[in-house]
């Protein structure tokens, strides 16, 4: 086992006088986005505090009709028993009719929250989807009649502390809008105790009682640094990444509560790393696979759609990623990889350093959604995984996601812009983020290449301005000993 954490234990009180519950480091008159490339104190990043949970969700408002890839087409609708008892009292008329069609009770795993579901049309649209694409039931009955799910949606209601959080499913256009196209989207603040939108339902941390032990006490102190390690961008994001692994590994390894008094010291060598810019040059050292990373999305993106259910947006997604490097049945893997080095060099790379908070963005989004890297308690949308597991899901996610937009790059070339960023990130979401099953098939096709490892983040991360060039466990293994030693 890789020999994370040194002994060294702060008293808890301690700790939290110095590590915030989130950060929230906002830029200085002028600046466009944060730099951290003037290395600060190492207790001036730990106490950077002016943010105290995330809410930005609860500024979002549906565009209802205009909307490009409607959240009432293609998805499937839980309903809670609320609802489902308002349903059954709806007065005759058509959307009473399409209620006894389409709403049946749940056989499995029924609860209140999930007490039925919407079966979809033919057509794989909600049968209350009327003609001019609004909402029947919302129209005719108002908002009151909308299940949980659908008041809520896209936004996502975390309980943290006794405290709703919000943040977003990207699945939604206009809320991948919203996320990714603003610099500061994440830091927006909102009224979580709105009317627009029902907040009787949530999820909480998965907690101790839960078949994963962690570090729960901590939670705070924890995301504080992954939120600060995601907007260091003195590092490139498969730095960050990568080194974020590494603390995932360290906190995957705290099983009891007598190893659980090395997290102080842990949580304190990474603000380290952070503040003096460590292991930078060595990082740079590690060369970039882009064969796997090529093989990796042509075969998951190519499982899911063989599943079925995928619509059209990302379908053409798809197309315009296989374009871009010049895939088909017939090219030459050679040939393919060299399109997609190609690619991320010469569009993909310099589009987002000009769009540095898109990433980001879309990474901060990801950790506020799920509790990252604890993770919300496992329910009919969430699998519960370990510490390790969750990271796992997290970069391999990214790494579809951003394989695709270099193909995409490559095919749109100088018009490359953030509408295909938006398109991209939008479509897989809406056709990955919403299917557990997938999830675990990502997670599982990952441990079976034996890429779920800390050479494999590597494998899966590294990006070079090299041409076709190969990570090596022994390139990583190089590596290794010097974050060991850091934080030993």
Same mark, same amino acid.
């Given at each position: 086992m890789f020999p994370f954490g040194n002994g060294r234990v702060r008293a808890d009180t301690e700790l939290?006088?110095?590590?915030?519950?989130?950060?929230?480091?906002? &830029?200085?008159?002028?600046?466009?986005?944060?730099?951290?490339?003037a290395r600060l104190p190492m207790e001036i990043f730990m106490t950077q505090n002016l943010e105290h949970r995330p809410l930005y969700a609860s500024t979002f408002r549906c565009i209802g009709a205009e909307c490009e890839d409607s959240c $009432?087409?293609?998805?499937?609708?839980?309903?809670?028993?609320?609802?489902?008892?308002?349903?059954?009292?709806?007065?005759?008329?058509?959307i009473r009719s399409l209620v006894q069609i389409h709403v049946s009770l749940n056989t499995v795993d029924a609860s209140d929250t999930l007490y039925a579901k919407i079966q979809p049309t033919p057509a794989n649209d909600c049968p209350f989807l009327a003609t001019d694409h609004l909402c029947g039931v919302q129209?005719?009955?108002? &908002?009151?009649?909308?299940?949980?799910? $659908? @008041?809520?949606?896209?936004?996502?209601l975390n309980s943290v502390n006794g405290e709703l959080e919000t943040s977003l499913y990207l699945s939604c256009p206009e809320a991948a809008r919203l996320v990714l196209l603003n610099p500061y989207s994440t830091q927006a603040e909102g009224n979580v105790a709105s009317s627009h939108f029902r907040t009787d339902q949530f999820s909480r941390m998965a907690g101790n009682h839960g078949a994963y032990p962690k570090p729960y006490s901590y939670f705070g102190e924890i995301q504080?640094?992954?939120?600060?390690?995601?907007?260091?961008?003195?590092?490139?994001?498969?730095?960050? +990444?990568?080194? +974020?692994?590494?603390? $995932?590994c360290a906190l995957d390894?705290?099983?009891?509560?007598?190893?659980?008094?090395?997290? &102080?010291?842990?949580?304190?060598?990474?603000?380290?790393?952070?503040?003096?810019?460590?292991?930078?040059? =060595?990082?740079?050292?590690?060369?970039?696979? &882009?064969?796997?990373?090529?093989?990796?999305?042509l075969r998951l993106i190519d499982q899911r759609i063989r599943a079925g259910e995928n619509r059209e947006r990302f379908l053409e997604c798809w197309q315009d990623f296989q374009e871009g490097i010049g895939y088909s049945q017939e090219s030459a893997p050679a040939s393919d990889i060299q399109h997609f080095v190609e690619a991320e060099e010469k569009f993909c790379r310099p589009f987002f350093a000009q769009h540095p908070f898109i990433l980001e963005n879309y990474l901060l989004n990801y950790v506020f959604r799920n509790l990252f890297p604890f993770g919300r308690e496992a329910s009919a949308h969430h699998v519960s995984q370990s510490i390790l597991g969750e990271y796992m899901l997290m970069i391999t996610q990214f790494t579809l996601v951003k394989g695709l937009l270099i193909g995409t790059a490559g095919r749109y070339r100088e018009n490359?812009?953030?509408?295909?960023?938006?398109?991209?990130?939008?479509?897989? @979401? %809406?056709?990955?983020?919403?299917?557990?099953?997938?999830?675990?098939?990502?997670?599982?096709?990952?441990?079976?290449?034996? +890429?779920?490892?800390?050479?494999?983040?590597?494998? +899966?991360?590294?990006?070079? =301005?090299?041409?076709?060039?190969?990570?090596?466990? %022994?390139?990583?293994? =190089?590596?290794?000993?010097?974050?060991?030693?850091?934080i030993a």
């Open positions: 939290r006088t110095f590590v915030p519950r989130r950060p929230a480091v906002r &830029p200085t008159a002028g600046q466009k986005y944060l730099d951290t490339s $009432c087409q293609g998805m499937g609708v839980l309903v809670d028993k609320i609802t489902y008892d308002k349903y059954q009292n709806l007065p005759e008329g058509n129209k005719e009955f108002g &908002p009151e009649y909308l299940s949980a799910t $659908c @008041s809520i949606y896209p936004r996502v504080a640094l992954v939120i600060t390690l995601v907007r260091d961008r003195t590092r490139p994001m498969w730095h960050r +990444l990568f080194l +974020l692994g590494t603390l $995932c390894a705290i099983k009891t509560e007598e190893q659980e008094k090395m997290v &102080p010291g842990i949580i304190k060598d990474y603000w380290e790393i952070i503040s003096t810019g460590a292991l930078r040059s =060595e990082l740079e050292g590690l060369q970039a696979n &882009p064969a796997t990373q090529v093989d990796v999305v490359f812009s953030t509408e295909h960023v938006v398109k991209v990130i939008q479509s897989f @979401s %809406k056709s990955v983020e919403h299917s557990p099953a997938f999830l675990q098939e990502t997670t599982q096709f990952v441990t079976s290449r034996n +890429l779920g490892t800390i050479a494999g983040f590597a494998t +899966l991360l590294a990006s070079s =301005e090299k041409t076709a060039v190969f990570v090596e466990a %022994k390139h990583v293994a =190089e590596v290794l000993p010097l974050v060991a030693e850091l």
